[in-house]
């Protein structure tokens, strides 16, 4: 045994490597981003482990949901956007709250279940951070135990919002200082950005960490999957309907949709490709909150070399009108938006052009 442990080269890079891998921690790559062991960086990191400490939480949950009574359905009531709510839609935006609770870390807390952010008036004068989040997104995918994630994204509170409006939140997405999501699924993976490049966490049950499994991830230019709901394809814009006329008579496409934009998105960030949700005719606004989902994907596929478009602007340029503004999206690798974009100037053109 002696001689097995004298037998191993421990000044090995593969082995320092490897080692240093298993142990880079949410928490500690925050850090290392920002060089800096400040007390603003320390708090980003407090806050990220709090997410990951949530996403621990609601993947404990999901996982026995269908061991548990009165874990998965609907509760029979409906959000703010009047839409039917999920027991775990409930749970997981609670498990956010609690966290974050006594912290000391984040004054709001604004979530597309709840129609006005929830405040933490004792965490408000030290901290100076709002947590946008949708907890579950694809949750129509519970009951069936196909893969759902969360989704959120980090802003700096601008002034004291003294009348509870929250107006310091309807700016555009470049505002964003982090984002990121949690996918569940075979594996519980935990994706963020601080707008230094995309990063990935794999949760690891023995340890109860998310540890790094892939760093700087960057989006290929081109990819071969198209990820949109095709049921919706006559209630879309015509320029829509010319795109997938496109794929389907090309070669080298071939289309993949969950219904979670998150699995959906996490797919096409590691292989390329693009994801739609259109606006329909009647909802040329489409379903997709801009806080709570588009803007914080939007923030990792720039920074993952990507794009993500409304179809007449980037996401990241949108400003919402209200907190539960909607977009229509477009997203994955930057050749294939700006694809699907060519169609819809296409139609535009046309239409100036015949008046």
Not at 50 to 77: N, P, Q, V, W, Y
Not at 113 to 119: A, F, T
Not at 232 to 237: A, G, I
Request: net charge negative.
């Amino acid at each position: 045994m002696v001689e097995a442990y004298e037998s191993l080269d421990y000044d090995s890079l593969d082995y320092e490597y490897a080692l240093d891998r298993d142990c880079t921690t949410l928490s500690r790559h925050v850090l290392q981003q920002l060089q800096s062991f400040s007390a603003d960086a320390q708090d980003l990191s407090a806050i990220m482990s709090r997410i990951a400490l949530a996403g621990k939480l609601i993947a404990r949950r999901l996982s026995r949901a269908d061991l548990m009574e009165g874990a998965l359905g609907f509760t029979g009531s409906e959000n703010v956007q009047g839409e039917s709510v999920k027991k775990m839609d409930i749970y997981a935006n609670e498990v956010f709250i609690s966290v974050f609770k006594q912290s000391g870390l984040v004054c709001r807390l604004a979530s597309e279940e709840m129609e006005k952010p929830y405040y933490i008036p004792e965490n408000c004068p030290v901290g100076r951070y709002t947590l946008l989040y949708d907890p579950i997104d694809g949750s129509s995918n519970v009951d069936i135990n196909i893969n759902v994630g969360s989704i959120f994204a980090v802003r700096q509170q601008e002034g004291d919002d003294l009348d509870g409006e929250a107006r310091d939140l309807l700016q555009n997405g470049r505002k964003l200082i982090a984002a990121g999501y949690i996918l569940y699924g075979p594996s519980t993976m935990l994706i963020y950005s601080i707008g230094k490049g995309v990063h990935a966490f794999t949760l690891d049950p023995s340890l109860g960490e998310f540890i790094l499994s892939s760093e700087n991830i960057q989006m290929p230019a081109h990819g071969p999957i198209y990820s949109a709901n095709e049921g919706n394809f006559w209630q879309w814009d015509e320029s829509i309907r010319d795109y997938i006329r496109y794929v389907h008579r090309h070669e080298g496409y071939t289309a993949r949709y969950s219904g979670a934009l998150v699995g959906d998105f996490h797919r096409i960030l590691f292989q390329g490709g693009v994801f739609l949700y259109p606006g329909t005719v009647k909802k040329p606004e489409g379903k997709l909150r801009l806080l709570y989902e588009t803007a914080p994907l939007a923030f990792l596929a720039e920074q993952a070399g990507g794009r993500a478009s409304t179809g007449t602007q980037d996401i990241l340029d949108a400003v919402p009108a209200k907190l539960h503004a909607r977009t229509p999206l477009i997203i994955g690798s930057k050749e294939d938006v700006a694809l699907v974009e060519s169609f819809i100037k296409e139609r535009s053109r046309q239409a100036i052009a015949a008046h």
